[in-house]
């Protein structure tokens, strides 16, 4: 059985390994973006620096924090190591999701260019592709305006997402956070959220994109989840 040292040591490997696949698909810009990851059985997140660059990472520099965002180095027989960095300014947004939706393990924030511009527009990406009803079990909802610096975030996330199949939200005039079992699956839905909020925008220039019937939508996201997805 992996100790707590043992387990947060790799949830700060897997989140800091994750940051490179945002860049690789050009998701982020500069220090911009943010992947974290819970901490399996403890009330506990890893979460990127604030500031520090992409290519600079490392997991001794992922900083670990309660769920209510707040840094932490252990206790008097285990100490974590943070490095004395910031945690990401979206951390509060993280930790609300994270204390209200038990079954996210992972959590990831970009400014990607066409889910962000869907965002600005404050309009939902309508499900006109498979690969949307396999992905989001719908369209991808546009979560409230809320300003950084406390739970305004978080709770606009989890208050659209709760009524969602969708692990992705565009939140209004800000851009797209999404969800997932573990970090990787969160990643993966940004990854995803991005290919077709680019994919239905170029549809748009064509033409108005052809909806899919709801029923086929729900026979294609079950589908998806429970047989071929897994």
């Excluded at 709760?162 to 573990?182: C, E, R, Y």
Aim: with cysteine; hydrophobic share 40%.
């Amino acid at each position: 059985m992996s100790t707590l040292l043992e387990t947060i040591a790799t949830v700060r490997r897997d989140v800091c390994e994750l940051h490179a696949e945002l860049t690789r698909y050009e998701l982020v810009v500069w220090t911009a973006g943010n992947v974290s990851g819970r901490v399996p059985g403890h009330e506990l997140m890893v979460i990127k620096p604030s500031g520090v660059s992409y290519d600079e990472l490392t997991p001794e520099l992922m900083v670990v924090t309660d769920l209510h965002g707040t840094p932490v180095d252990g206790d008097s027989t285990v100490h974590w190591g943070n490095p004395g960095l910031s945690p990401s300014s979206d951390t509060a947004a993280h930790a609300y999701v994270y204390r209200n939706m038990p079954e996210v393990g992972g959590v990831v924030h970009t400014h990607s260019t066409y889910a962000t511009a869907w965002a600005a527009r404050g309009e939902e990406i309508p499900c006109v592709l498979t690969m949307m009803g396999d992905e989001f079990g719908g369209s991808i909802p546009v979560g409230p305006f809320a300003l950084i610096g406390d739970d305004s975030i978080g709770r606009g996330i989890v208050e659209t997402l709760t009524a969602s199949n969708s692990p992705a939200v565009l939140m209004q005039n800000h851009g797209p956070f999404t969800i997932g079992k573990d970090a990787r699956a969160a990643v993966k839905a940004a990854v995803m959220c991005e290919e077709v909020a680019r994919t239905v925008h170029i549809a748009r220039q064509l033409g108005e994109p052809v909806p899919i019937d709801g029923a086929k939508i729900d026979s294609l996201y079950e589908r998806y989840q429970n047989v071929y997805g897994r």
